[in-house]
């Protein structure tokens, strides 16, 4: 297993070394990829899939932005040890590459996509939709038919919305007909995609100066609406704090988590960072810390200044300050949210490119994923084809369904990259770089009974309801099959826990989440055998 491994490490190295002719630009340091981790852990979320999770756990949902908060953080620490130990791009799959071999490299490839362009339709959707709000109230009207998306709009019409003033409806409604096809399109959406997918193109220096200056703005703007809020926070609204239970806290799992995606797209840029197995750590943990702290506080703003039921909606926090009469923040707050969302954009548009590189060099892509752009020093093809998968996509779906496969492929990757630590061969301490610390096995087991004592003193109706859902009598099952295995292969705590954390959050996903995971896993499979089975540097020996 470790001479298998090693060899694997040759190779990702021997492949990158060849490409040194063509090499990227290293020129990111640990505060450039800490802002580059806020930029986008800090965008759709905050400003939007935040309200939908505290529309479902109420004050109370703050216990899972900890537990995601944790599971990243173990997470973090897997990617860590992996980027410390092949500072090379592709992030999660490159070191899939190296632990697991081609086949689950190609899967991780294939769930980052997910992650990455898929999540970043969502935020394009947001984006244009705080956008919309903006220019309204410049006095600058955008029809709802070139806001809207087409997938919303024809679900409202196929329900018999009896909501007529409703933007989908009026959308509907209003579009012109060509060919018997109402050309309804979030063309704001499109349009930044355009625009970030030129700024990525031109150059990593570019992308990062645009990046710190737009997190260095909505920082000051996040810290402000918490500031104001807590003036205005009725403390009525926390009792009940669970008003729905442990059960409706979890609800929020695929929009909570969601908040937190982006963090390891710091690693993505291995191969542009000086000194990368210091800095990268650093940058991913710094990063997450700060969100977690500011996702924390504004959930409990954000459900004391309003009903919790009342912030299911696009656009909690300027709801909030609406609620409140706070009219002169909420200004600020659309601009401020303009570009936090575009600042995530560029981000996840700089990561999927990096991704297609490293699968292209050893053979999963066509040849052309990998070339460097001669002058910008950018993975120019493939980031231009990172953004028409981001921007077709806008034009026939929609939010609800890119949030919820976002989420799920995401937590799949971070099970991946936990489960890839463990089968790492020891190694000895390195000076100045990332060395995973060791904790015993045996307290795997002990933490997951306090957890679960925990659940039985905060919800006793949903721990009982464990015993009846086949998904966490599954998970208990391997938490058991782990813990055990663990002690007699004194496997190291920290990745068991990172499983036992990300796999407990996809309990939470639901059924019509995993049709679709799969179903996009089978055509991921179709796509490797089609081509990189037979293409790549192993089938070629």
Same mark, same amino acid.
């Given at each position: ?17 060849? +490409? ?111 956008? *919309? ?34 933007? +989908? ?31 990525? &193109? ?89 969100? *977690? ?89 493939? *980031? ?9 996509? =806008? ?55 306090? =957890? ?76 490797? &055998? ?12």
């Amino acid at each position: 297993m470790w001479q298998i491994f090693w060899n694997n490490i040759r190779r990702t190295k021997r492949n990158f070394s060849q +490409e040194e002719g063509h090499a990227l630009h290293r020129v990111l340091g640990a505060r450039d990829l800490t802002m580059l981790g806020i930029a986008a852990i800090i965008g759709g979320g905050i400003f939007s899939s935040v309200g939908q999770a505290c529309a479902s756990g109420g004050p109370g949902v703050i216990f899972l932005f900890i537990l995601c908060a944790i599971a990243c953080g173990f997470a973090a620490l897997c990617y860590a040890e992996f980027s410390s130990r092949i500072p090379v791009a592709g992030s999660a799959y490159t070191y899939a590459y190296a632990s697991f071999g081609e086949l689950f490299a190609w899967i991780i490839g294939w769930a980052l996509l997910m992650e990455y362009s898929i999540g970043n339709i969502y935020v394009a959707f947001s984006w244009s939709g705080y956008f *919309t709000h903006l220019m309204e109230n410049l006095g600058v009207h955008i029809p709802a038919w070139l806001s809207t998306d087409y997938a919303s709009c024809s679900v409202a019409a196929a329900s018999g919305n009896v909501d007529l003033q409703s933007r +989908e409806m009026l959308a509907w409604n209003q579009a012109p007909v060509i060919l018997g096809l109402r050309m309804i399109l979030d063309l704001p959406a499109l349009a930044i995609n355009v625009l970030i997918t030129w700024l990525v &193109f031109t150059g990593i220096k570019e992308s990062r100066n645009a990046s710190n200056i737009m997190v260095a703005i909505k920082l000051i703007v996040i810290v402000l609406i918490i500031g104001v809020g807590i003036l205005h926070v009725d403390t009525a609204n926390f009792k009940p704090f669970l008003p729905e239970g442990f059960g409706g806290v979890m609800a929020g799992v695929s929009a909570v988590f969601f908040t937190f995606i982006g963090f390891d797209a710091v690693s993505t840029m291995a191969e542009e960072t000086k000194d990368p197995q210091r800095n990268l750590p650093k940058g991913m943990f710094y990063s997450l810390l700060i969100c *977690t702290v500011l996702y924390i506080l504004i959930s409990l703003v954000l459900t004391g200044m309003m009903p919790y039921k009342l912030l299911g909606v696009d656009d909690p926090l300027a709801s909030a300050l609406a609620y409140k009469g706070i009219v002169w923040l909420e200004y600020i707050v659309s601009i401020s949210a303009v570009v936090a969302m575009a600042s995530v954009l560029l981000v996840f548009q700089m990561g999927q490119p990096r991704i297609w590189m490293s699968m292209s060099r050893d053979g999963l892509l066509p040849k052309k994923f990998s070339e460097v752009h001669p002058r910008y020093k950018t993975p120019g093809f493939s *980031t231009i084809i990172t953004g028409l998968v981001v921007g077709i996509p =806008i034009l026939f779906t929609d939010e609800k369904f890119v949030l919820d496969f976002t989420s799920i492929g995401t937590l799949f990757a971070f099970v991946l990259v936990c489960g890839g630590v463990l089968l790492l061969p020891a190694r000895k301490k390195e000076q100045g770089a990332f060395n995973l610390p060791y904790f015993k096995p045996v307290f795997l087991p002990i933490i997951l009974l306090a =957890i679960q004592v925990c659940i039985y003193v905060f919800s006793e109706k949903y721990f009982f309801s464990q015993f009846h859902d086949l998904g966490l009598l599954f998970y208990w099952s391997l938490m058991l099959i782990l813990s055990v295995l663990g002690i007699i292969k004194n496997w190291n705590l920290i990745p068991l826990l990172g499983l036992a954390a990300c796999g407990y959050l996809l309990t939470g996903m639901s059924a019509n989440n995993w049709f679709w995971f799969f179903s996009w896993f089978g055509i991921g499979l179709l796509v490797y &055998f089609a081509y990189g089975y037979r293409k790549s540097k192993l089938a070629r020996g």
